[in-house]
């Protein structure tokens, strides 16, 4: 996909071929032998697009090397003639003509003879009739561009010495060839052209007589396409469309890495009707323009929708004005005096470029949703994905940067969404961060619960303990403590026997129910060795299976045995016995005491029972507060991750105020941490569940001052930084003590506020959970925004409607590289403004980002040096009249004619508007 409009182009404003006597220098063969593309080609190979042919008075080469040019831009290069020559005046001054690539040699040569050189064609010693400055005249009057060569040097204007002579030549001259342009002498040649204070644009080229000269030096330049026009308007330009190769810092031709490619609109009510509107862009400045109801500022709208970022209004408030006036235009008309310019098909399809990669992405209003694709080099292959977080745009319209101004705290938003800060990606983290620690303050909460009844069964073991102990007291507590032992153990005795015959059980269970496999060797052929062999193995292996499942039933009928004499054997043992004499013992005890008269002598047994039970839960109770105990260190470790993942937002949004912002001489942006009084309040009492106007004495009430939020704001604005900026401790520590004071709410204060009685309740009624919440609650950055009104800086709430527009002008022009699209961003502001800020701006960001703006200031088209110009006009639907670069007749000649003041407004500029 190629770019529309101008671009820049490298150009090499001094040359030479064969036809020129010093070509070659001591390589005489070098003349005869180099070939017309040959000649090109070498100029191809370091880049060169545009070469002015200019020859020692002579112009033979021009008509074969335009014919050369054109063959190999057939093969795809980019090489592009622009016919001249090196005409030496009297006084041995060089000048060097150029043309519109339409001339030919016989053009050329009618300029040489006009200047009245008699010489031999291709000797530079050879000199003209005609002084310097007539010899530019006639280059002028040719349709030509006219430029003393290396006037600095040998040959050059400035080794005559009268200052007069100079003058006049340049006074008609395009632009000057300076070798060496950072001389200061004050004795040098150069000081004669100095002392003039002359502006003329300073160009270079290669003057290569020989092709090791070749990419020496050139000169960058800004065309739509090379022409003699062009050329022209950017001589005229000066420094926004011409640069040196010696003042090349990088290549002028390099964008951003996204870019909005265009914008097409289908069946919309006053758009795309008959044929769809398509709008295409160029990666650097491009101005739409068009008179008031062209529907110029309709197009931002079509490109919110089809970029995805209509979201970006669904933040506002339901009442805005922005947003109901979004949503107005976004509804289905119908009826032809009715809001909204969508129909029921309306479609609007946008080109996004990413990393050199284009995608597709389509909204249709029956949908009201972006679709995504990607071009694979042949086709549009449907993607996945949200296209307004990975398709980066931002789209302001002038009332959204006055509503900005307004509130300055919303410039949060952009900031956040830049690569520095990376909200989305932090967002998920918080949202990570935020769950864990919440989840185990829940789980820690669900083991506390488990200790509820410890102090109960503490008490209940002890009651036991006693009536233990009471009936030990009864002198037979030998008996009773045998009787308890052998129970225990004769338990342990028969879960082990019932524990074998379950084994046995499942074991022959397995083994009944269980089949072995059969082989099947009819499958195999028996004659073919290999086969036969693998059958052979296969029989062998079922051999092994039916083995080992006989030894299963012989291993199970050994254990049965084995069992059987245990139980015989366990029967006639002395254990068995002295377990039967306890267990007697026990028995005539019990009887005993029962003639005693001794109440319920049986509970012993039970009591045991009862005893074991509790120490057991007591002994899990145990672990729970070992996991108790250490799940608090992790809940430790968890909100420390809170406090550092709440802080790296604050240090990031810090840390791109610093790259961007810091020692800008429009305004001033400061981050003041965890300290917007604005939300506070919205914030706190989303989380405690009360989001009306309740307890505002205790809360915050900004009219009588007061409330522990009110207090809280004061401390944290009123907090002074340390030299490292990026310690917040200072900051946390009061947000720390805060909530210290809500989960100690009971003292009855907060913040030096004594708390009501209603309040207090509702705090004493609060879940748990909403404690939590508490715990991970930080107030919101404040953010603050001050102009320079050219004395001092003042907040941005004290400025002028047209201060506060430049003011976040200056903001939202100061960083990114995403694309930027702006409606009248002009408007509320003066012409001295618009030029000292949004044109200058508009030049210092367009090589890093594309920028899109609907204007009507010619300010912003001609000295913005847009390098393309879309001109729309409706008559019952949004169409292009124009569009271009300024160099282009019907571009320029619409920008006269639409823009407000027309050629008044221009007159700054009009050696760019009519004198080309």
Known sequence: MSFIGARWWKFDFHTHTPASFDYGKNDSSLRLSKTPEDWLLDYISKGIECIAVTDHNSGDWVDKLKEAAENLRSKGHSIFVFPGVEITANSNIHVLGIFDPTFSSADISAVIGASKFRGTKGDSDSVAEESAENIVREIVSAGGVAIPAHIDMKAGLCQQHSSHTIKQVCKNANAVEIIFPDQERDDSPLSRYKNLNFDLPSVIGSDSHHPKDIGRAYTWVKMANPSIEGLKLALVDGSSSIIRSDNETKNPNSSSNTLLRSVTIENAKYAGRSTPLKIDFNPWLNSIIGGRGSGKSSVLEFIRLGMDRARDLSVLSQDNEIRRSFESFNKISVSRDSEGVMLANTKISCVYTRDDTHYLLTWTKVNDRVSISRYDGNQWIPEEGEAHSRFPIKIFSQKQIFDLAKNPN?????????????????????????????????????LQSKLANKS????????????IKAIEKSGHSDILKDYQAYSGKRTKVSQYETDIENLKFQIELISNTTSIPTVVDNVFDTRVESEEEVLNKLKILNESALSFKESIKSAVISLQNDLSQFKSWYSGSSFNKSHIEANKKYKDLIDGLRTEGIDSPADYAGLIAQRETINESLKSMELVSAQITQLEEEINRAYHEVIECRSNLTLSRLEFLQNYLVGNSSIQVELAPFSDLDHIEKSFRSVIGRTDNAFSADILDLERECGFLYNLNRALETTVSSSDSSNLEPWLSKIHSFKEDIFNFRAGEVQGVKIGKRFFDFMNSLQLQSFDQINTWFPEDKLSIKFNDGKRFRDVSQGSAGQKASAILSFLLSYGTEPLVLDQPEDDLDNGLITSLIVSKLHENKSDRQIIVVTHNPNIVVNGDSEYVIALEDRGQINPVASGALQEVNVRKNVCEIMEGGEIALQQRYKRMFNV
Request: glycine share 4%; aromatic share 8%.
């Open 456 to 467: 109960v069964l503490s008490g209940q073991l002890s009651d036991i303990e006693q009536k």
């Open 410 to 446: 919303t410039l949060l938003r952009l900031i956040d969404e830049s690569s520095t800060v990376g909200f989305q990606q932090w967002k998920m983290d918080w949202s990570e961060k935020q769950s864990h620690f919440q989840t185990l303050c829940s789980k820690k909460r669900e």
